[in-house]
């Protein structure tokens, strides 16, 4: 199984989109979608999502994030460097189940 993890930079906050066991487009448009729609009453929209350079991420994807005023940055490597504010990285990840809305704290230094 597969899920999309949509990482907000700045408070590590974590949203899970429901798993596929198949993932494609068409999906990654859908959980967009649901992201978009839990992040609109927020004080703090998302600016800008970065992504790698899967396929999946299509132009209907993009597409979607512009409606919202959402920019996209598609990156090369793993994205360590990303420290943009109000930056969404999203991640695809194995072996998850179900929707999930989880925040994780940073370590305390």
Known sequence: MYVMVWLYMTTR???????MQHPNSAWVVKQTEVFLDQTLSRDEKPSIVMHDRDAKFSKEFVAKLEEHGVRHNA?????REMK?????AVIFEQQ???FGHVSLRPRAA
């Open 84 to 88: 943009h504010e109000g930056s969404i």
């Open 13 to 19: 906050e974590i949203i899970a989109s429901e798993s």
């Open 96 to 98: 998850f189940h179900g």
């Open 75 to 79: 990156f090369l490597g793993s994205g």
